[in-house]
C-alpha cells in the first residue's frame, strides 16, 4: 500500500509540471499573436541576409563550397568526440584501467580517422584548380 501511494505522489508531481508546460507555452504563443505585429510592410517580404540588402535582380542565395560544410561537420564530430573524453576525465578514478584502456582505444580510433581524412584531403582548404595553380608555381611555368 505505501509503494502506490508513492507511485501516486511522483506521477501527480509530473501531471503538474506537464499542465505548468503546456501553460507557459500557451500564454507564450497567445502573447506573440496578441502583441505580434499584423501589417504586411513591401520591405517585410524582402530578402535580408547578415544586414546586406541584396541588389536588385540578385538571388540572396550563394553558393559555397563543399569544404565548407566538410569542415564544419569534422568540427562538430570531433568536439563531441571531446565530451566523451571530458566525461571520462571526470570519472578517471572510478573507472580504473577498464577506463584508460578503453579510452585510449577511443583516441586511437580519432587518430586513425584524423589521420584517413587528412591523407585523402578532405582538410584542404583550397580547390583543385588552386592546387594546380600552386603546383605550377613551384614547378616555376608561372
Wanted: neutral net charge; hydrophobic residues 55%.
Amino acid at each position: 500500500m505505501g509503494t502506490e501511494i508513492a507511485q501516486n505522489i511522483d506521477l501527480t508531481a509530473f501531471l503538474v509540471y506537464f499542465v505548468v508546460v503546456v501553460v507557459v507555452v500557451g500564454v507564450m504563443i497567445g502573447g506573440s499573436y496578441v502583441l505580434g505585429q499584423r501589417r504586411r510592410d513591401r520591405a517585410t517580404a524582402e530578402q535580408f541576409e547578415s544586414g546586406v540588402v541584396p541588389a536588385a535582380g540578385t538571388d540572396a542565395q550563394m553558393r559555397f563550397s563543399v569544404h565548407f560544410y566538410l569542415i564544419a561537420i569534422f568540427f562538430v564530430i570531433f568536439d563531441l568526440e571531446a565530451v566523451f573524453v571530458f566525461a571520462w576525465a571526470v570519472a578517471f578514478r572510478e573507472s580504473g584501467w577498464a577506463g584508460f584502456i578503453e579510452i585510449s582505444i577511443f583516441i586511437s580510433i580519432l587518430v586513425v580517422a584524423l589521420i584517413y581524412l587528412w591523407r585523402i584531403g578532405a582538410l584542404e582548404w583550397r580547390t583543385r584548380r588552386q592546387q594546380r595553380q600552386e603546383s605550377k608555381v613551384q614547378k616555376g611555368w608561372l
